[in-house]
């Protein structure tokens, strides 16, 4: 029943949740050698990532998930598919409630990270501070600017491509399962509105996050990404 989410810690799979894409939300991307003209064509993606992380300090959207697990000998590629809503307020504030097809949340409060399986009635939490650096969740919600960023990723602008200006993100340390993150932007006249990531793990597991009716800069309360664990629930504190 379990349904694999951007994974906030490298190397680790919570309870009731499967490996994400390369143990995300889950991480960025490694620098390519390209021709001079190309670097130019596409230096829009990193334009894109510095102005959204400057411009977009909250935001709103919902979600599409589908990740892709690599195909065994004589099989097809399997497919599981989820969806459902994201906000984040920074820094270090954001939630992913899954709604289809199980229900799980994943909240940043600030301070801790809480993931909720509503179907086994479990909740785990660990400090925030412990799992955030070197993962996808830094980039959308907690990283301050680009400089910060390149501490713990080496980026590169990518080819604009789906009409999207991409930007690519590898981990500078190895040691988790994360390969590489791919971070699709989508120009408007408030900003770069954030509109897919794509995720590699080192197993060839591949997740893509498309979000649609991303709001910038909703007003949303710190008190809102609080999360107390339901009556009943087994806790388990990391």
Known sequence: ?????????????????????????????????TAAGAQTTSAAGLDSL?????????????????????????????????SGSFEFLRPNRFKFIYKKPFEQSIVADGQTLWLHDV??????SRKLAQVLN??????????????GLEADFRLTPLPEKGGLQWVQAVPKTREGQLQSIQVGFRPT?????LAALEILDSFGQKSVMTFSQFEINPVL??????????????????
């Open 1 to 33: 029943m379990n349904h694999t989410f951007i994974d906030i810690h490298p190397g680790r799979v919570w309870p009731g949740a499967a490996r994400a894409a390369s143990a995300v939300l889950i991480t960025l991307f490694a620098v390519v050698s």
């Open 50 to 82: 510095e102005n959204f992380i400057k411009a977009t300090k909250s935001g709103r959207a919902s979600f599409t998930q589908v990740v892709t697990s690599p195909a065994k000998e004589g099989q097809t590629a399997k497919t599981k598919t989820s």
């Open 119 to 124: 179907d086994l009635n479990q909740v785990t």
């Open 134 to 147: 070197g993962t996808p969740a830094a980039v959308v919600a907690a990283a301050a600017d680009l400089k």
């Open 189 to 193: 006249d408030k900003g770069s509105e």
């Open 221 to 238: 309360s710190p008190a809102s990404f609080q999360f107390k664990p339901p009556a009943g629930a087994d806790v388990i504190r990391q």
